[in-house]
């Protein structure tokens, strides 16, 4: 099927598996919870977030924490990959727990793909990907004011900030899909390399630190965060769960790497 065949289509509220249309391979549909999207692999850029007049895919509409441009899905044509561009406060969620954090890319693979913004006011919000393969050409239905900070930020004084943006350095990069926290001794030599480090840190000062952030959100009841919570052995899992609550709340975001010299 040529590609001019397929144009852009806007797909209603609630689209079933047996009525979206066969297509070209690489095209994608989009679909929220108003309707959706679908376009061929051709330069295009297609939005979704809150302001549904300013947007393709509306989501969170209700929601002043979704942003209302709070993500993009963009093809330049020439190698008809699509890949997904966070423009919003919040992270937006993949399969297997994957963050990709405001300002981050990630290609989007053939098949199905469900993104999703977990709100602070507990609420998630849906967005349903499906990019069309060379083996799926009748694909199954995929379904003004400003925005507001999410309620749920969590204060951090400036040292503390500083230390847990450094723990937290390689998911703020965005670069692999399932990064770790760095080592006491990494996170200590790179807290002491920036130009706003206030004291000399070590390793046993970091661990201090970030003990005493992951006590205090544990006291306003985010689960995980202590040893008789996770069970043994413990490894770096209480370090994952803190920075993965303050990454969904957009405590942390890459814009903190400013606070590193870039050495890890």
Known sequence: ????????????????????????????????????????????????????EDVHVPVGVDD????????????????????????????????????????????????????????????????????????????????????????TVYELSPHERLVLTALARRYLLGQDAFPLPLAWEDTARLANSSPYAAKSWTHKSVANTVEDVRERLHRRGVRGLLRDEVGEPVGSTLSVNLIRELLRTATLSAQDLELLSGEE
């Open 64 to 151: 002043p924490t979704v942003s209302r441009r709070h993500g993009i899905l963009t093809c330049t044509g020439a190698d008809r990959n699509w890949w997904l561009v966070n423009t919003g406060n919040l992270p937006i969620e993949l399969p297997g727990g994957v963050l990709v954090l405001t300002g981050h890319k990630r290609i989007v693979e053939p098949g199905y793909t469900p993104l999703v913004i977990n709100s602070s006011k507990r609420r998630s919000h849906l967005v349903e990907v499906r990019v069309v393969d060379g083996d799926d050409r009748q694909p199954r239905s995929t379904t003004g004011a400003e925005t507001v900070d999410p309620e």
């Open 1 to 52: 099927m040529a590609h001019g065949s397929f144009p852009p289509q806007i797909l209603p509220p609630g689209s079933p598996a047996d009525r979206v249309p066969a297509a070209p391979p690489r095209t994608i549909f989009v679909l929220g919870p108003e309707g959706g999207y679908a376009v061929p692999p051709r330069r295009y850029t297609l939005l979704f977030g809150r302001d549904r």
